[in-house]
């Protein structure tokens, strides 16, 4: 006699991704893999073991090894802009909050982000070739410039044109991603929220509080 297979009974079936979901897993896959790797010993095959795909499939998906590691990089930064953007003018909006309550938002947000790429920042910069040693130049610094430029106003009370913004850009990454690069390198945590009011208050000398 055959028994009938209650519903409850019957295994679930293996929920099929689509396409922008298998993306976002590869992408997740291929960052692990950097991390342990380094951008150079990390090999496709890899990348397309740890994700559950053949090599051929990864490559529906993706260019390249180096399109992967740009877009594992791509989604942190772009996640901390939108929030920087959003949060910096909102803040600056309020006439109930100091000004330096918007620098230590935005040296938060920073901070946190340079600890989150850390271990793929690392991989870049201590990889071989000429063309990840142009890493920062080439990629981190025009990303971060583009939108420190935007926010400056909001940042410190005065007109993007009055501040030398390549060195104050230079300024803003070198001291967060030296912090996470050396909380890495020490395996050791970043308070995040601790060390940000820190750094305020070196950046906000002279900055001054808005008027109540």
């Known amino acids: 006699m ?13 929920k099929r991704l689509t396409a922008a979901e298998r993306r976002t897993q590869i992408i997740a896959m291929a960052r692990e893999v950097f991390v342990e790797e380094g951008v150079n010993g990390a090999r ?19 260019h390249s090894k180096d399109e992967l590691f740009q877009l594992a990089i ?12 959003n949060d910096t003018r909102e803040l600056a ?12 938002r935005t040296h938060e947000l920073l901070l946190g982000c340079m600890v989150e790429i850390a271990p793929l920042v690392a991989a870049a910069l201590l990889s071989g070739g000429t063309g990840k040693n142009q890493f920062y130049a080439d990629y981190l610094f025009p990303r971060l410039r583009d939108v420190l430029a935007l926010v400056i106003p909001d940042i410190t009370g005065y007109p993007t044109k009055a501040i030398e913004l390549d060195l104050f850009v230079d300024a803003m990454i070198g001291i967060h ?25 070196m950046f906000a000398v002279g900055v001054g509080r808005r008027p109540r």
Do not use: W
């Open 177 to 201: 991603l030296t912090i996470a690069l050396e909380h890495l390198l020490e395996n050791k945590p970043v308070d995040v929220p601790v060390v940000a009011e820190q750094v305020t208050t």
């Open 2 to 14: 055959t028994r009938s297979i209650a519903p409850g009974d019957r295994p679930e079936a293996r």
């Open 93 to 104: 909006a309020r006439n109930d909050v100091d000004r330096v309550e918007v620098v230590r």
């Open 44 to 62: 496709s095959r890899d990348i397309a073991d740890r994700a559950g795909i053949t090599e051929a499939y990864l490559y529906r998906h993706f």
């Open 74 to 85: 791509d989604e942190p930064l772009d996640r901390m802009i939108t929030v920087l953007s």
